[in-house]
Structure formats: C-alpha cells, structure tokens
C-alpha cells in the first residue's frame, strides 16, 4: 500500500484565481511551444482533485476542465501533456467514457464504436504528447484522470531533512516555462488563460498555497482558488 500524503503545493501557473463570470474571447494565438488549438476548443477552468504520494513521488487524480467548443465540425480538445500516464478520461457529467489510444492512431479495442475518442501523438523533447480529446458539440466539462511520471520536471520533492522544521517532507511545483504539462494536463500556453481550484481535502495536514493574489485563497466551501 502506498503511503499519500498530502502536501504544501505552490501552483507556479500562469493563470488567474477567480473564476469568470463571463466566458473569455477566443484566444487568437498560435504558440509553437504548445499542442493546443484553441480555435477548435479551449478551457476556461479547472478544478483539480489529486493526491500526493512522497514514497514513489507521484502526483494523480482528475483534472476536470469547462470547455469551450469553439469547431463544431472538428470536435476535439487538445492538452498538453509530458509524461503523463492517462488512465482514463470521461465527459459532462461522467456519463460518458471517452475511449483512447496511449499510442497514435492505435486505438483500443472500443475506439471503432464510439465516437469518443483519445489519441497521444508520439512524444517529442520539449513538446512532450498531444492529448487529443474528441467531444460533442456540446460538451462542457471534461474529466482527466491522470498520473504523473518519474521525470516531471515542474515537481520538486523536499526531504524532512532538507525543510526548516525536518519534519515533514515538502512539495512545491514550478510551471514555467512550460512545465505545468509534466503534472496535470492543460492548455501549456500564456495565450490561453483558465482559473483553477484545489479542494481542501488535498490540504490534510499540510495546507496548500498560491503564488496568486487578488482572491481569498479559500472559499467558505473549503475550495483553494
């Protein structure tokens, strides 16, 4: 049995804390540092739900997104993703279990009867792998399911004796340049924006913190943002 511990995460995103009110404009950009095509769709926010394991340094859970189709002829989501292992991914109100392939265009056996489906490209240096999403028109939210690599490069693990107190061991991330994508799947780009929020559950007994200002950093439901 694995040992999870929760742990002291600074969240080194390029985002903001407060959820919008109004859906953002659709990002006109093009970055060649990420996978993401935000003409097809783009998330707005994120609510993550992990835990935190010091013995085998692993961070996984599920990433739950608010999408924005913007293609309604191409029908996909694309995140950026670096040595992430999917383990499964569901839409709306996990209802629906999106099918995938951790290999491109070698789907699973499911692939050919739904039209749900996930395709990771081959990995590459820097971009690390696509994560390719197939959604309806109509879809909201998307759900990730997902586990970090022994090489996540925005992790960065603290022994008790290395803290102040040598007590208890420490975790704090660093997302830039583009690191976000080596722990929880995203949109890696400055030109696409999304709030975030962590549930408390995550902060026992250490609590979580942000890098952001500008919001409480915990709303009376126990929500970090």
């Known amino acids: 049995m ?5 742990a002291l995460i600074v969240m080194g995103l ?3 804390a407060c959820r919008p009110s109004a859906l953002p404009p659709l990002p006109k950009v093009y970055d060649p540092h990420s996978n993401a095509r935000a003409d097809q769709a783009y998330v707005t926010h994120m609510a993550l739900n992990v835990r935190v394991d010091f013995d085998n340094k692993q961070i996984s859970g ?17 995140l950026d ?15 629906s279990m999106a099918n995938y392939a951790l290999d491109a265009d070698i789907p699973n056996s499911d692939y050919a009867s739904d039209s749900s489906a996930i395709q990771i490209s081959s990995a590459q240096a820097t ?27 925005a992790l960065q693990w ?19 340049p583009n690191l976000a994508r080596t722990w929880f799947p995203c949109q890696d780009s400055p030109g696409i924006r999304m709030t975030y929020e962590v549930p408390s559950a995550l902060s026992r007994p250490l609590p979580p913190s942000t890098t952001r200002a500008g919001c409480s950093p915990r709303s009376a439901r126990g929500v970090w943002r």
């Not at 603290?158 to 830039?176: D, I, N, R, V």
């Open 158 to 176: 603290l022994a008790p004796a290395q803290t102040e107190g040598q007590k208890k061991p420490f975790l704090f991330t660093q997302s830039q």
């Open 2 to 6: 694995y040992k999870t511990m929760s």
């Open 127 to 153: 971009m690390g792998q696509a994560l390719r999403i197939f959604v309806a028109p109509t879809t909201k939210e998307v759900h990730v399911y997902y586990r970090t690599g022994h090489e996540a490069d």
């Open 62 to 78: 599920k990433a739950t997104f608010d999408v924005v189709v913007s293609d309604k002829n191409t029908l996909m989501l694309t």
């Open 81 to 95: 993703t670096r040595g992430l292992t999917i383990d499964s991914v569901k839409l709306d109100q996990e209802s």
């Open 14 to 16: 390029f985002w903001s």
